[in-house]
């Protein structure tokens, strides 16, 4: 029996109960494991655990007395580096892969004293929307087994979900944070582009990707936002942010506009719970002070086909490196050149998706197709962040469903790629255009989690923090899955 | 071949990379450094390992703005790095950062022997590793047993330069690559050793009918490492283009190798075979917009350039502009030229310079080489005796050249007297000669001078013996 419920612990209360000494770092780090140890065999969140190490950084924090957020565990994609550790992107050509470096945001998390458990499951290279694509095998909804936790980042929100680790890091490149943590019934928040460092992010779509935090709570995601943000000189692209994340408190929405993009939520393929979920919560807003105001954003249903030719694009490129020449999978046979050998680990060592998305992005590239693909798509980039800028003179925040749908069953989209696509319907367009955006439980459709996502200008990370955090409290959805609940 | 070349005109433009002698690579903080022991100078970003990202180098920025404003290039406000995308072993993220549309460099030219040659644009990018193939054919990929790669080389900072195609023979593109190469080294950006591979050349070459505004099908001769190859190369080439045309047939767009060795063209790609690189705007990187500020600072640092010191020398120390040009060849003979030059006479200076062998510049210091040649303009020694005083100063590095004339006895003849007794000898001694210069025969004077000055070992003025000998007789 452990001293603590790791099952709807936040953050907050780790931080709380590791500095009045009510418990240790190892303790914590002990109840953790040996839920995971317990239950994850169900929903396979983690691809690997490192319990030595982290009851080894436990018992050094425990030796110098914690402060702050100094041993609370995190759970990482494995995406994200770690020095020594093996990390592969969820994909057979990386097995066994050890980076010789840590990721910035790696980096930042050992110098607050975040404790890692372990890396988490993936879809391969973040492709895909269900963890299905991982080659390790997918992950599970803790909502209901049967059902996919969302993805890519689908370990990370389903082990916040499971009471696996309180808060974990995952990476967003066109919804992969906001849709599994509107699956998973957890908080997901992906930052402006450039607010957190992508050195040691594993890219997919450089320009999009960006990495951000999962966690039961509103205030513990901007805990960990305050972690991980900040420029990296590293990372080229990433900024200093203009100012402090703060932890919100706000009780209401008083002064606040949102803008609701009517266009966009009249696409077809948004489930009617999903509708009314999303209505409930604007009148909740509307209750707690904020105004509610129609807009429309006429190029948003041109992101999805756009982001499918940036994404890949940039993919195409990224992905190139992994020619079995330095590192992971290598495949060869007597009498191979070089060209055989590069075919062969590559065929072999990429999923069906990653190549698929090989293919698309090579193919936009090519002489005589790159400006009616890869062109056309950057303008439609450009008129979308115009379109934001104007809407965002209007209202503060933009608010759309996280997800068309609720979480599906496993199986279900996996060869139906366009279907799979269409779960990123509302979450693209904030990729596209670099902004920051949130998602939160905001209540269940046939039991099953429904995420609201709210967009803000960039770098208004806290301004988004204090409206979800009204919200959430106004909401009270509970975190815990159904399934896991005394009694349920 | 001298009728066919006036039927017949080559048009050639080159490709120049200059691999930048900066502290570290191009995007990462490796040392950049020819020679090390193979893959020591690596880190996970230049071996392209998962989840690395550039950070473009401050300094090679500044090095290609200053290749820039030396060729009078404009500075673009804004440019931009592309991924360049290939697979092959020598790149390890199987694309170079490179610049594509948007160059830091644009519109320059270079001024050789009279002709301007334009500069198209001047870009950043990287280098790649270098490939050691073992076993097959010597040193090439096809066939080789096996490939060894050296990553030291990978994320080398390059500037390639491109030039319109405004050559019009191996001779002027090797001036120009000459000269290039002496702006290069006087800017500091480079070593510029061909040999070591800091400067790597492609031309592109066709010909077309003299007078004719076309261009003819062009092909491209690859990684010339050094002038002569280079000339000898687009020499190859030409006549086997001119041969081509004359047979009625086409020339085809190709990629070439010149091996120097057998004197042969050797295809490595046609056009169809080329590769789409599908250029894209390197995500990782953000545009380059240097600053008005930087941009003057690094002007203002230039030093005097080749071109504007060639000139200078013709006009402040009088010389000829054959041997302006000549004394620019490379930046170290300028400075030691102008190092002698100031301190003695300088046209002499130059003759020094230019037709010593061996050549002063690594032999002798500067002072001492005009201590020298103040002896002669003195009238101390004479020419004759001063190539000698050369010799014993290639010897004796440390002894001043006054001190070793005086060891050495080898200081002019200048008491007449003494010269006239020996004159004297000399047509008293020689009565047949006396004789037949008195009948009208005046050049046997020669002879007469010769002996003169075989008995004097030298150290006479030659001249100034003749005209003894004349009043004499």
Redesign the interface.
């Known amino acids: 029996m452990t001293v603590v419920d790791t099952l709807g612990l936040t953050a907050e209360r780790c931080a709380q109960l590791l500095g009045a000494r009510e418990i240790s770092c190892r303790e914590l780090v002990e109840a953790y494991l040996e839920r995971i140890d317990a239950h994850d065999p169900d929903l396979h969140c983690f691809l690997r655990t490192r319990p030595e190490a982290a009851l080894a950084e436990a018992d050094a924090l425990d030796a110098a007395g914690p402060k702050g957020l100094q041993g609370v565990p995190i759970a990482l994609k494995d995406i994200l580096c770690v020095r020594g550790e093996e990390t592969t992107a969820g994909s057979r050509i990386l097995a066994g892969h050890r980076p010789l470096y840590d990721a910035g945001a790696v980096t930042r998390c050992r110098d607050a004293g975040l404790i890692a458990l372990g890396k988490t499951n993936m879809d391969e290279f973040a492709m895909g929307s269900s963890t299905e694509h991982s080659a390790f095998g997918p992950t599970r909804n803790p909502w209901d087994h049967e059902l996919v936790p969302g993805g890519s980042s689908g370990g990370s929100a389903a082990a916040v979900a499971a009471g696996f680790a309180p808060l974990a890091l995952g990476t967003d490149t066109g919804g992969s944070i906001r849709q599994p943590a509107a699956l998973c019934g957890v908080v997901g928040l992906k930052p402006t582009y450039g607010a957190v460092s992508r050195h040691g992010l594993i890219a997919f779509g450089s320009s999009l990707d960006q990495i951000g935090p999962f966690s039961l709570t509103v205030r513990d995601a901007a805990l960990a936002l305050q972690v991980i943000a900040g420029h990296d000189p590293c990372d080229s692209t990433s900024v200093p942010l203009p100012e402090p994340v703060s932890v919100p408190d706000a009780e209401d929405m008083r002064g606040v506009t949102i803008g609701i993009p009517t266009d966009l939520l009249a696409i077809e393929g948004v489930e009617d719970g999903v509708r009314a979920s999303f209505e409930e919560t604007i009148g909740e807003a509307e209750r707690l002070g904020a105004s509610i105001r129609e807009i429309t954003l006429p190029t948003a249903r041109h992101a999805l086909p756009a982001y499918y030719l940036i994404a890949p694009a940039e993919a195409s490129a990224n992905l190139a490196r992994f020619d079995g020449v330095r590192y992971g999978l290598r495949l060869e046979e007597p009498g191979d050149t070089v060209v055989d050998m590069y075919g062969r680990t590559r065929s072999q060592g990429f999923g069906d998706e990653v190549k698929r998305r090989i293919m698309l992005g090579t193919y936009v590239l090519s002489a005589g197709y790159y400006d009616a693909y890869y062109g056309t798509a950057q303008r439609v980039r450009t008129l979308l962040l115009r379109e934001f800028a104007d809407a965002f003179s209007g209202v503060d925040l933009i608010a759309t469903p996280a997800s068309p749908t609720v979480a599906f069953p496993i199986g279900e989209r996996i060869d139906d790629p366009w279907a799979m696509y269409a779960c990123d319907l509302f979450t693209v367009p904030v990729n596209l255009t670099g902004l920051p955006g949130i998602s939160l439980p905001s209540g269940l459709s046939d039991g099953l989690p429904v995420g609201f996502q709210l967009i803000g200008p960039a770098f208004s990370e806290n301004r988004i923090l204090a409206a979800a955090h009204a919200l959430e409290q106004a909401i009270g959805f509970d975190p815990v899955p159904t399934g896991y609940r005394v009694g349920g | 071949m001298s009728q066919r070349a006036n039927t017949w005109e080559p048009v050639i433009g080159m490709e120049i990379h200059v691999q930048l002698n900066t502290v570290t690579k191009m995007f990462c903080r490796c040392e950049n450094r020819f020679g090390a022991e193979p893959n020591t100078l690596t880190c996970?970003l230049c071996?392209?390992?998962?989840?690395?990202?550039?950070?473009?180098n401050q300094g090679a920025v500044e090095k290609a703005i200053e290749i820039g404003l030396a060729l009078g290039c404009t500075i673009a406000e804004r440019s931009v790095f592309h991924?360049k995308?290939y697979?092959y072993?020598d790149s390890?993220?199987?694309?170079q950062i490179s610049q594509y549309d948007e160059p830091i460099c644009v519109d320059g030219h270079l001024d050789v022997g009279g002709a301007r040659i334009g500069i198209t644009r001047a870009h950043l990018e990287e280098d790649a590793a270098k490939l050691v193939h073992s076993g097959g054919e010597a040193g090439r990929i096809g066939g080789a047993e096996y490939?060894l790669?050296d990553f030291n080389r990978c994320g080398t900072p390059l500037v390639e330069i491109v030039t319109e195609p405004d050559l019009r023979s191996p001779e002027q593109a090797v001036a120009f690559l000459a000269l290039l190469k002496n702006t290069l080294q006087t800017v500091g950006v480079s070593d510029c050793d061909m040999e070591k591979g800091s400067l790597r050349c492609d031309a592109n070459v066709s010909v077309r009918p003299a007078g004719s505004s076309e261009f003819g099908v062009k092909t491209e001769l690859k990684n010339m490492n050094s002038f002569k190859f280079l000339g000898d190369g687009m020499a190859a080439e030409i006549r086997r283009q001119i041969d081509l045309l004359e047979r009625g047939e086409p020339v085809v767009q190709e990629t070439l190798h010149y091996d120097p060795g057998s004197k042969m063209l050797r295809s490595l790609r046609s056009k169809e075979e080329a590769h789409?690189y599908?250029?894209?705007p390197e995500?990782?990187?953000?545009p380059l917009a240097p600053s008005r500020e930087l941009i003057d600072r690094l002007r203002a640092g230039l030093p005097e350039l080749p071109a504007a010191r060639t000139a200078r020398f013709a006009e402040s120390y009088g010389l000829p502009a054959q041997y302006a040009a000549d004394l620019n060849a490379e930046p170290r003979v300028a400075d030691y030229f102008e190092s002698v030059a100031a301190a003695a006479d300088a046209k002499s200076a130059a003759d020094w310079v230019l037709n010593t062998r061996p050549s002063p510049v690594d032999e002798v210091p500067a002072g001492r080489l005009a201590e020298l040649i103040a002896l002669i303009s003195a009238g101390t020694i004479t020419s004759t005796i001063a190539k000698q005083v050369y010799e014993l100063m290639l010897a004796d590095g440390e002894t001043p050249p006054a001190q070793l004339v005086e060891q050495h006895g080898l200081a002019s003849i200048g008491d007449s007297a003494q010269l006239e007794a020996m004159v004297d000898e000399v047509i008293e001694a020689n009565p047949a000669f006396v004789e037949q210069f008195r009948s009208g025969k005046e050049g046997v004077i020669n002879a007469l001078v010769g002996q003169v000055m075989k008995q004097t070992k030298g150290r006479a003025d030659a001249r100034q013996v003749q005209e003894l000998l004349r009043s004499k007789l």
């Open positions: 996970p071996l392209g390992h998962p989840g690395v990202l550039p950070v473009i991924r995308n697979f072993p390890p993220k199987a694309y490939s790669v789409d599908r250029y894209f995500p990782d990187l953000v």
